[in-house]
């Protein structure tokens, strides 16, 4: 039996599992549990934004996927005692690969924005960067079930 397609369909399979594993930190993207739930509103200005990166998901779905890529190609390696050699090598690369490879595909740009609240105290919240601010931006705070979020 070919290992190739195999490991492609294992390959392919896992990239999909870490692309549905993407986290949003979009001021516009709401889990579940924060629906239905009362938020407090504080108002403010933007003093200042900066560019961050968000760094991506270290779930156990890319170790576990790419030990399990590692382990298939790397039993096909020799006969005998020689492809279980090859599998356990194979699973320990495939998994320091995978969780490599989550990280770095689930990452996304985001940014720091410094906010002087009406009371005259400065907070800073980190989000996506999918929505633009400026300083002296006129902006709401929107906190609640554990996070907060700046929106115009």
């Known amino acids: 039996m070919n290992k190739h397609p195999l490991v492609s ?3 392919a399979t896992i990239t999909a599992l870490l692309l549905g594993a993407c986290a949003s930190q979009s001021a516009s993207t709401y889990s579940r549990e924060q629906t239905m739930r009362e938020m407090t509103v504080r108002m403010g200005v933007v003093d200042s934004v900066r560019p961050v990166t968000i760094d991506g998901t270290k779930s156990p779905v890319g170790a576990g996927a790419g030990a399990a890529i590692g382990g298939i190609a790397g039993s096909g390696m020799g006969q005998g005692r020689g492809s279980n050699v090859g599998a356990i090598i194979g699973a320990v690369a495939g998994g320091v690969a995978g969780a490599a490879i ?9 940014i720091e924005i410094t906010v002087k609240l009406e009371n005259g105290t400065y907070t800073a919240i ?6 633009e601010f400026k300083p002296g931006d006129r902006v709401r705070l929107l906190s609640g079930s ?4 700046v929106t115009h």
Do not use: F, L, M, Y
């Open 126 to 131: 980190t989000q996506a960067a999918d929505e």
């Open 146 to 149: 554990g996070a907060t979020r």
């Open 102 to 110: 989550e990280n770095s595909t689930t990452k996304q740009n985001g």
């Open 9 to 11: 369909v294992a390959a």
